[in-house]
T-cell receptor, first 112, second 113 residues
Framework: EDKVVQSPLSLVVHEGDTVTLNCSYE??????LLWYKQEKKAPTFLFML????IEKKSGRLSSILDKKELSSILNITATQTGDSAIYLC????????????FGKGTKLTVNP | DGGITQSPKYLFRKEGQNVTLSCEQN?????MYWYRQDPGQGLRLIYY???????QKGDIAEGYSVSREKKESFPLTVTSAQKNPTAFYLC????????????FGEGSRLTVL
């Protein structure tokens, strides 16, 4: 069974802190790994990672994939209260049933 | 503006009643998906469709049904056979060959009384 595990499940930090969110996976037919941010209702796309060791960056957010360790991290530097959200990791699986398998998410709370 | 519209946003249902959640997209995407989200859980796939008039069961399809008669529309019916239907339902779409980057609607919250 395809599985995606995120840690921690919940995290509370102060503005200005740097956080690292983790995602590990066990799937039969890996195609890509994705990160989404869910602030209130609709998740929004952050990154898609397909190659190991290549960092993707967008402002204060960055992410990298390690295919050997079957994992990815999402870093957020100089956190702001607007970063408070649930961060979802998902793995795209292929092999005829192209779909995403999601982890449970990490709920990040940034306090002023 | 292009996007995905889900309705209703909130819905209350009595036990034993079927209810249909609407999902419409004007992004010209081929693939559409229905996910269920429970507190503390990730998104679980109910049904997906990669082309008109075709759809596949996801991981938790029991008690749900869908149709895909038009490219723009992918309604989900929560039947009385679904044992625990109270949840937040998200519809999403993606371009052909780009399963990973999903565009989500704002969701429908269903409460069974």
């Amino acid at each position: 069974e395809d599985k995606v595990v995120q840690s921690p499940l919940s995290l509370v930090v102060h503005e200005g802190d740097t956080v690292t969110l983790n995602c590990s996976y066990e799937v039969t037919n890996f195609r890509s790994l994705l990160w989404y941010k869910q602030e209130k209702k609709a998740p929004t796309f952050l990154f898609m990672l397909t190659s190991s060791g290549i960092e993707k960056k967008s402002g204060r957010l960055s992410s990298i994939l390690d295919k050997k360790e079957l994992s990815s991290i999402l870093n957020i530097t100089a956190t702001q209260t607007g970063d408070s959200a649930i961060y979802l990791c998902a793995v795209e699986v292929g092999g005829g049933s192209e779909k995403l398998v999601f982890g449970k998410g990490t709920k990040l709370t940034v306090n002023p | 503006d292009g996007g995905i519209t889900q309705s209703p946003k909130y819905l209350f249902r009595k036990e034993g009643q079927n209810v249909t959640l609407s999902c419409e997209q004007n992004l010209n995407h081929d693939a559409m998906y229905w996910y269920r989200q429970d507190p503390g859980q990730g998104l679980r796939l109910i049904y997906y469709s990669q082309i008109v008039n075709d759809f596949q069961k996801g991981d938790i399809a029991e008690g749900y049904s869908v149709s895909r008669e038009k490219k723009e529309s992918f309604p989900l019916t929560v039947t009385s056979a679904q044992k625990n239907p109270t949840a937040f339902y998200l519809c999403a779409s993606s371009k052909r060959g780009s399963t990973g980057e999903l565009f989500f609607g704002e969701g429908s919250r269903l409460t069974v009384l």
